[in-house]
């Protein structure tokens, strides 16, 4: 059989160590090209394995299975169902991407840069397509690495803080989870017999999802695990790395980092919490959704005062990411759903909002909103694209965003909760308010960058967007007008997956 | 590829609906790419697409009035299909829509040789056409809702085509009731969901019989109050005389031929969702239908009220529109009050939702004629154009007289069967309740002194306009364009026709389509009464009369028919009559007499009692972290790798050059306090006659703040800062002539002009905004300070601990081995003392 997750997988990592090991370091234009085509035959690929992707199946798809440390039960296991497989095409894409996107802003060490962005490729495509949780970890972990390096070489003025402050953050949640997998792994060994009754002792998530866990261990594992993925999605009250990370990243890092990076903390909610502890997450249900509900509310505000766009952007990622996590603990599938839709949503649209404003700042070296006003008619082309991707982040109908919020709030109201479910419909309700205060400060940023009659004297030779910029916001913005119209064929790619969730979910034994 | 494959799937017909709404937005794109090249040619192009779609709808025809209707749906999202779902009464929605848009855009193709930016304009009609008939074509609620959410964006543009402040703020009120209300639908469309799971445009009787009575009363309010701002329900028309008077006729015309039905429309579904199940949701329905008369009555006479002392004509037509509104939602009101004997009242109501079309928009677009022959849109300075334009003034007449529901004309079948109805429900329930209902008799007394009052102000119209002495205004008119001709002359010819041939609509398409509702033949109680036969051929229909057969002289019901609407051309005739005379026309209302100033005390309220203390709460909260943040937990010394220090900002104005050069300006302490000066940042227009020039200088200051103290006096120079002194009335050069002297040293300058400084980028709702701007900026300065500070304390307490530990380990090393050695010494000591 064709191994193509391990392909994928590894295929950015040759790529890279091709370009570090034996591209001369003057080549620039020679490094870039290499990389940008190794990114595409990647999205080449991924678009194959979406397309060979069988959605009617229940079972994990293209196994690949080999034993790797059997004495103590760690296996080389990739798999992918329909939400992993999305993500890896959200990957693929925004690593295209973001690497055209760069091609001119990064002009000082050019061959460790793009080789940086296919490492992180290679992690997030790893980890999607783990099903071990010790190959997981591995490339969970491998993901801060390069990111930690984007942030702090080619960052801002205050890179360092902001790379560091990253680093720790992310970490601290991955040491408690690391502290949850192996908890896992002895009460799995455990729960099957332990040293006298034939116990396994194993990392396979299927296999260590197939046992229903004690209540009290399900709390306290679920809260490990929690904790890790809050941080990465970020959750309130964990988000404060996310505007500093965002605001001192580099437009590429930027755009990997709110498109690829945030959705793996809710992927591991889709992958680990909810199928592996039912009963926790019933539990924590109502107060995963006030930390949602906060989250969309209060990150709106935030997005509101702020003076820094991509700080802006930055906060506004809080907020939508709360209606995501608000879809996932409604357990009902069509807050799955629209939780998963606006996974990739939210990567294309915050991904096209951040290269929007790097494209500003390589223009006008300030990412300040007072410096701007009245481009709109220096830069017609642009603002359409920033228009679009505007509408499209506040959810106006039949475009990308809509779609994500209108069934995520159905489906908080009509959630599964088994614990104070009329407590998740007034969430629902709640999150309601996130939208409005979305259209205050997108159309509120907008007027004040693209409207008025005063030009910054400064911008009046703006120049409109060149070919590779066009190409792109295009690629992303076909996604945004593709969803909003008609997002079944999106939709139809996880449907099973989600069903799957729903039912492990509601084996919530012990309420 | 969607559409090509449904049309594969179902056959052209079925996918008509699709094509209908794609044509206009298909031509609309055409139309601008055209225009780059030819302007003749883009009008071609936009009048072919009106065409065509009108001839799709024509086609459409045939599968639905004599098949069983069109229903399709297309897969969309998660269990939510894309559906539409065309019937009767919905293809005569669709078949008057893309009619009306069609004469209204033949009519701007000719209107537009004096207005710019034609091409903007049909762009946006366009798509808004494909918006409107996308709302009649929509099988369930959430497609209709996209599609009504669309038409109260896309209108946004023709309404503010003019481009003045008035007609901005009026598409303003537009776009915020539109707003609004689109909540509430949503809102009743979720529980809708919610309650029935199902979002179809099908009546569900059935499964809303189980759900609870407020629920039920609740999902009604909000769906018709949803579409009742869209139809200038009363309460919720306050867009009306904003918007009407200042915008272009022809979008006067659209909004009220054919977008303003989108809310009828809506409204008539929803009472279908709760139509069939008649027994058991009989008195939810009807406790529905009742209040809705009662909107519908206090609508009409207070439409016509403010029509009558309209002196604007286009204003006067907008309360026209409203008054006529109030028609159709009585007509609904009867048809929901009496459930299974309501035919009269629906099929008046959906009579009245076509011919109000028709003359609405035939007058709006004569009275347009009138404004672009004389630029004149005042009735009282405008007269003597009989001879100047005779067609325009006989296509007003003809209008006029189908408003005033003369025979012959056709309003007057709509309104005998919504007078009709009004009595019937009358009759009702005093057969249903024992007593009679002695609101529901007023309701008919008002609804004639309504139609007397609509006939006294249009035939004022016409008589003001047309008759009487030349004015000045009218010396150069001339006869309107070809295009327009044929626009005035198609609706005019609809108008007669339907007067002529009363029954034809209610045979051929009302009547099936009510034939659905399975209304009851046999129990008219106001029928048998007054002796009106049902008629033959769809037996839930009374005949009217035919004026060009022997029914209209023999049948024992004319006088019932023709009595009420001659008693309204009476006492309308007098009210003209003794109104002219005596001054009625010119009563003037204060504010408090309108809905608005109410809205606005309400909305007042709320600021206050919402924003105030959010801004006093907020204020403190950001005090106290200040006061936190500089004695508890940022001693000065620290140093470590999480504190950062945001870089101090100047407040107040900024001015800059191109030149780099920054100055920082303040202004006095005491000018924050003044009411609303906040953190919004206004630009004050610059530059010398509008352009901008080299080296220009800009004045940024935040709006709000008492420019009479900023800017008053002179400019002086402070410690290295500037501080700029100017008054309101201060232009932008006479405030950089005195930044100059005073940077040369100059003292005095003479003002030369005087104007008004002019405050740009203000949206309205910024002040809203700004309101709460305190209330966002507390909270980045609590998660900056509070929960990133924590952090960062954390983060400080580490790297203090790790340099403590580093100390000890390298540092002190020499003491370490002091202490070893004196330790040793210690040891030995003991040893030897032992």
């Known amino acids: ?511 | 590829m969607i559409v090509q494959s449904i049309t594969n799937q179902m056959g052209l017909e079925s996918a008509l609906p699709i094509w209908i709404i794609l044509v206009p937005i298909l031509t609309a794109f055409i139309s601008i790419f055209v225009a780059r090249f030819s302007e003749v040619m883009r009008k071609f192009v936009v009048i072919g697409g009106s065409v065509l779609d009108f001839i799709l709808v024509l086609l459409m025809g045939k599968p639905v009035l004599s098949g069983g209707g069109i229903a399709i749906s297309m897969p969309w999202m998660e269990r939510f299909n894309l559906g539409f779902r065309v019937d009767h009464i919905g293809y005569l929605m669709v078949l008057l829509v893309s009619f009306v848009w069609l004469l209204a855009t033949i009519y701007g193709q000719g209107y537009f040789k004096k207005e710019d930016k034609g091409a903007r304009y049909d762009f946006f009609s366009l798509i808004t056409m494909s918006m409107n008939l996308g709302v009649m074509l929509a099988g369930d609620f959430l497609t209709l809702f996209i599609f009504f959410e669309g038409l109260v964006i896309f209108p946004y543009s023709m309404i503010a085509h003019k481009g003045d402040d008035k007609s901005i703020k009026g598409a303003n009120f537009y776009l915020y009731v539109g707003v609004v209300t689109g909540l509430m639908l949503l809102g009743g469309m979720i529980m809708l969901n919610y309650f029935t799971g199902s979002l179809d445009i099908i009546s569900q009787g059935a499964k809303l019989s189980s759900i609870p009575n407020q629920a039920k009363y609740i999902i009604a309010f909000l769906m018709i109050a949803g579409f009742g701002g869209k139809a200038a329900l009363f309460g919720e028309h306050i867009w009306v005389p904003r918007m009407y008077p200042n915008t272009l006729s022809i979008t006067a015309c659209l909004s009220s031929g054919a977008m303003i039905k989108a809310g009828a429309y809506g409204i008539f579904r929803v009472l279908n969702l709760i139509y069939s199940g008649f027994d058991s949701n009989l008195l939810t329905q009807e406790n529905i239908g009742y209040v809705l008369i009662m909107v519908g009555v206090v609508t009409m006479f207070l439409g016509v009220l403010n029509a009558l002392i309209s002196s604007d004509s286009q204003e006067m037509l907008g309360y026209h529109s409203v008054s006529q509104m109030g028609y159709i939602m009585m007509g609904l009101g009867c048809a929901a009050y009496m459930g299974k004997d309501g035919a009269m009242g629906l099929s008046g109501a959906i009579y009245h939702i076509v011919n109000h079309s028709l003359f609405k928009a035939s007058l709006f677009l004569c009275v347009g004629a009138v404004y672009y022959a004389t630029g004149e849109q005042d009735m009282y300075k405008s007269g003597g154009l009989f001879k100047k334009m005779p067609l325009t003034a006989i296509c007003l007449l003809i209008a006029v007289l189908g408003i005033s529901g003369v025979p012959g004309f056709n309003g007057f079948a709509s309104k005998t069967l919504l007078h009709h109805s009004i009595l019937e429900a009358y009759e009702h329930s005093a057969l249903y309740f024992g007593k009679p209902d002695i609101m529901l008799r007023l309701a008919e007394i008002i609804f004639v002194l309504t139609a007397a009052g609509t006939f006294a102000s249009n035939i004022k119209l016409f008589i003001l306009v047309f008759l009487g002495k030349e004015k000045e205004v009218s010396k150069d008119a001339k006869e309107v364009p070809v295009l327009m001709k044929i626009s005035l002359i198609g609706f005019s010819a609809v108008i007669i026709f339907l007067g002529l041939f009363p029954n034809w609509l209610l045979e051929h398409i009302i009547g099936p389509g009510l034939s659905a509702y399975g209304y009851d033949p046999s129990s008219h109680a106001y029928h048998l009464i007054y002796n009106i036969h049902a008629s033959d051929i769809h037996s839930t229909l009374p005949i009217l009369y035919e004026p060009l057969t022997k029914a209209f002289f023999t049948s024992s019901a004319v006088l019932h028919n023709l009595l009420p609407g001659a008693t309204a051309i009476f006492f309308g005739g007098m009210y003209f009559i003794l109104g002219m005379r005596f001054g009625w026309f010119h009563v003037y209302v204060t504010e408090k007499f309108t809905v608005e100033f109410y809205y606005r005390k309400v909305f007042d309220g709320f600021k206050y009692f919402c924003v105030k203390p959010c801004v006093i709460f907020a204020m403190w909260v950001r005090e106290l972290i200040s006061v936190l943040m500089v004695y508890i937990w940022v001693p000065g010394s620290h140093e470590g790798i999480f504190i950062k220090r945001p870089a101090p900002k100047a407040k107040g104005l900024e001015l800059f050059s191109d030149a780099e050069t920054k100055f920082n300006l303040v202004y006095d302490e005491k000018d924050k306090q003044q009411p609303g000066a906040l953190d919004m940042l206004a630009r004050v227009e610059g530059g010398t006659n509008g352009q901008k020039r080299p080296g220009a200088w800009e004045v940024f200051g935040r709006a709000d703040t008492n420019y009479d103290n900023m800017l008053g006096g002179a400019i002086q120079r402070q410690g290295g800062l500037w501080r700029i002194f100017g008054s309101t009335d201060m232009t932008y050069d006479t405030i950089l002539d005195r930044v100059i002297a005073a940077i040369v040293g100059l003292e005095e300058i003479p003002i030369s002009r005087i104007e008004e400084v002019k405050v740009l980028e203000k949206l309205p709702g910024e002040d809203l905004v700004a309101n709460y701007y305190i209330f966002c900026d507390a909270n980045k300065s609590v998660d900056m300070n509070v929960i990133d500070g924590f952090v960062n304390y954390i983060a400080d307490m580490t790297s203090g601990l790790g340099s403590i530990l580093r100390k000890l380990q390298t540092g002190r090393v020499s003491s370490y081995a002091y202490s070893f050695v004196l330790g040793a010494v210690v040891l030995m000591a003991v040893l030897l003392l032992r």
């Open chain 1, 1 to 511: 059989m064709f191994p193509i997750l391990s392909i994928l997988t590894f295929l950015p990592l040759a790529g890279a160590c091709l370009v570090l090991l034996f591209i001369p370091k003057d080549k620039e234009e020679l490094i870039r090209k290499i990389t940008l085509v190794i990114s595409l035959v990647e999205l080449i690929l991924a678009v194959f394995l979406v397309y060979e992707f069988n959605p009617g199946k229940i079972e994990m798809q293209f196994v690949e299975k080999l034993p790797w440390i059997p004495s103590v039960g760690i296996e080389y296991f990739m798999g992918v169902d329909g939400i992993s497989v999305l993500i890896i095409l959200l990957t693929a894409i925004l690593t295209s991407v973001s690497i055209l996107a760069s091609w001119t802003s990064i002009k000082n060490r050019v061959r460790e840069f793009y080789p940086l962005l296919l490492f992180i490729e290679t992690a997030v495509i790893g980890s999607l397509a783990s099903l071990d949780f010790v190959l997981f970890y591995i490339f969970w972990e491998i993901m801060l690495i390069p990111m930690f390096f984007l942030i702090g070489v080619w960052g801002g003025e205050n890179r360092l803080y902001a790379a560091v402050k990253f680093f720790l953050f992310t970490l601290f949640g991955s040491v408690l989870m690391l502290v949850g997998i192996l908890a896992l792994y002895f009460k799995f060994y455990e729960l099957t017999g332990g040293a006298l009754g034939g116990g396994e002792l194993t990392f396979n998530i299927l296999k260590l999802r197939s046992v229903s866990y004690p209540i009290n261990f399900q709390l306290w594992v679920f809260a490990a695990f929690f904790v890790g993925w809050a941080i990465k999605i970020p959750m309130f009250p964990f988000h404060t790395w996310l505007p500093d990370a965002h605001v001192q990243a580099p437009t590429a890092g930027s755009i990997i980092l709110a498109g690829v990076l945030l959705k793996m903390g809710a992927y591991g909610f889709l992958r680990f919490s909810l199928p592996l502890f039912p009963y926790a997450s019933h539990a924590f249900a109502p107060l995963v959704g006030i930390l949602a509900v906060i989250a969309i509310i209060y990150g709106a505000f935030l997005a509101i005062s702020q003076k820094d766009m991509k700080k802006l952007v930055a906060y506004s990622s809080v907020s939508h990411m709360g209606f995501i996590v608000l879809g996932i603990f409604s357990f009902s599938q069509f807050g799955l759903e629209g939780a998963i839709l606006q996974l990739f949503n939210h990567g294309v649209t915050t991904g096209a909002l951040f290269l929007c404003v790097g494209l500003l700042y390589d223009r006008a070296h300030t990412k300040q909103i007072e410096d701007f006003g009245g481009l709109s008619k220096q830069v017609p082309i642009f603002t359409f694209f920033f228009t679009l991707f505007l509408l499209a982040s506040m959810g106006v109908p039949a475009l990308s965003g809509f779609m994500g919020e209108f069934l995520i709030l159905t489906g908080a109201v009509k959630n599964n909760v088994i614990l104070h479910n009329g407590l998740y419909r007034f969430f629902g309700v709640f999150a309601v308010a996130g939208i409005p205060l979305g259209a205050a400060y997108s159309l509120w940023l907008y007027q004040r960058v693209m409207l008025g009659h005063k030009v910054n004297p400064k911008h009046v030779n703006m120049l409109d967007l060149n070919l590779r910029e066009g190409i792109c916001l295009a690629t992303l913005a076909i996604f945004v007008i593709w969803i909003g119209v008609y997002p079944d064929p999106f939709l139809r790619i996880f449907r099973v997956a989600a069903e799957q969730i729903v039912l492990q979910a509601g084996k919530a034994g012990g309420i």
